[in-house]
């Protein structure tokens, strides 16, 4: 039998533990995390880097995945993009990394799932602590999609934005667009602004996202003077994002600017 002593520290060890976000987490340094918004529940990651401490404000990356990883288990969103990039060496990420999970038949790029995004980084940059002037963006193929989507929504938010094989216009809605007319770009371009940093990056062989895309938002932000970057990979399709995310600099370019 455990002496009344005993007890209460054993208790008062499971307390911390369960309340320390460093000593909660598991080896792999994902979390698994909830948030409610109106009435619903939502499941969300969190990647928290290894040296994590309260006692200073961390640089805090919204990551939103691809259409393959809608749903509502809360997890497969941390086998793509950034968070592979994070498991092959999670030293590269000196950051928090929010997670959120799209639900089937949504998109990043509507109101409803933007505010579940910018919800589960709230809650995360309260929770982890999380600086307001080095909070970054970055999506692939429908989170490229809801990168840009957010980006013009609230420029003056994040610090820098890493869109990967996104774009304006949907495939379908493309397809009806004038191939003269660059309204929707020169408009979302307006928007960003010329102060936000961007790193664009897509594959020129891409079947399901055009390359067009990319190519047309780096011309017009470039046409308004923005802060952008260009990255294409010759004969590379739809899953330019490995190397994106692979690429030495760009945690260094990225973690770089503040707002």
Same mark, same amino acid.
């Given at each position: 039998?455990?002496?009344?002593?005993?007890? @209460?520290?054993?208790?008062?060890?499971?307390? $911390?533990?369960?309340?320390?976000?460093?000593? /909660?987490?598991?080896? *792999?340094? #994902?979390?698994?995390?909830?948030? *409610?918004?109106?009435?619903? *529940?939502?499941?969300?990651?969190? @990647?928290?880097?290894?040296?994590?401490?309260?006692?200073?404000?961390?640089?805090?990356?919204? #990551?939103?995945?691809?259409?393959?990883?809608? !749903?509502?288990?809360?997890?497969?969103?941390?086998?793509? !993009?950034?968070?592979?990039?994070? =498991?092959?060496?999670?030293?590269? @990420?000196?950051?928090?990394?929010?997670?959120?999970?799209?639900?089937?038949?949504?998109?990043?790029?509507?109101?409803?799932?933007?505010?579940?995004?910018? /919800?589960?980084?709230?809650?995360?940059?309260?929770? $982890?602590?999380?600086?307001?002037?080095?909070?970054?963006?970055?999506?692939?193929?429908? !989170?490229?999609?809801?990168?840009?989507?957010?980006?013009?929504? +609230?420029?003056?938010? $994040?610090?820098?934005?890493?869109?990967?094989?996104? &774009?304006?216009?949907?495939?379908?809605?493309?397809?009806?667009?004038?191939?003269?007319? =660059?309204?929707?770009?020169?408009?979302? /371009?307006?928007?960003?602004?010329?102060?936000?940093?961007?790193?664009? #990056?897509?594959?020129?062989?891409?079947?399901?996202?055009?390359?067009?895309?990319?190519?047309?938002?780096?011309?017009?932000?470039?046409?308004? &003077?923005?802060?952008? =970057?260009?990255?294409?990979?010759? &004969?590379?399709?739809?899953?330019?994002?490995?190397?994106? +995310?692979?690429?030495?600099?760009?945690? *260094?370019?990225?973690?770089?600017?503040?707002?």
């Amino acid at each position: 039998m455990l002496s009344s002593r005993s007890r @209460f520290l054993l208790l008062l060890t499971l307390v $911390f533990t369960l309340s320390s976000p460093v000593l /909660a987490r598991k080896d *792999t340094g #994902f979390l698994d995390r909830t948030l *409610t918004l109106h009435g619903a *529940t939502y499941k969300y990651q969190v @990647f928290v880097p290894d040296n994590w401490s309260s006692n200073q404000k961390w640089p805090i990356i919204l #990551f939103l995945h691809g259409a393959g990883e809608r !749903g509502a288990d809360g997890l497969i969103q941390t086998q793509v !993009g950034i968070a592979t990039a994070i =498991r092959n060496d999670r030293s590269r @990420f000196p950051a928090v990394v929010v997670m959120p999970q799209c639900l089937k038949d949504h998109s990043w790029d509507k109101p409803d799932m933007e505010e579940v995004a910018l /919800a589960a980084l709230a809650a995360a940059s309260k929770e $982890f602590k999380g600086d307001r002037k080095r909070t970054y963006l970055t999506g692939l193929s429908m !989170g490229g999609y809801g990168s840009w989507a957010l980006a013009a929504a +609230y420029p003056n938010k $994040f610090a820098a934005v890493v869109p990967i094989c996104g &774009g304006i216009l949907h495939p379908d809605e493309s397809r009806k667009q004038p191939d003269s007319d =660059r309204t929707p770009y020169l408009e979302a /371009a307006k928007k960003i602004g010329t102060k936000l940093p961007l790193w664009v #990056f897509h594959g020129d062989a891409d079947p399901t996202v055009p390359v067009a895309e990319s190519r047309l938002m780096i011309e017009a932000l470039k046409a308004d &003077g923005a802060d952008v =970057r260009y990255t294409e990979y010759p &004969g590379v399709g739809h899953n330019s994002w490995d190397k994106a +995310y692979a690429e030495p600099q760009l945690m *260094t370019w990225l973690l770089s600017k503040s707002l």
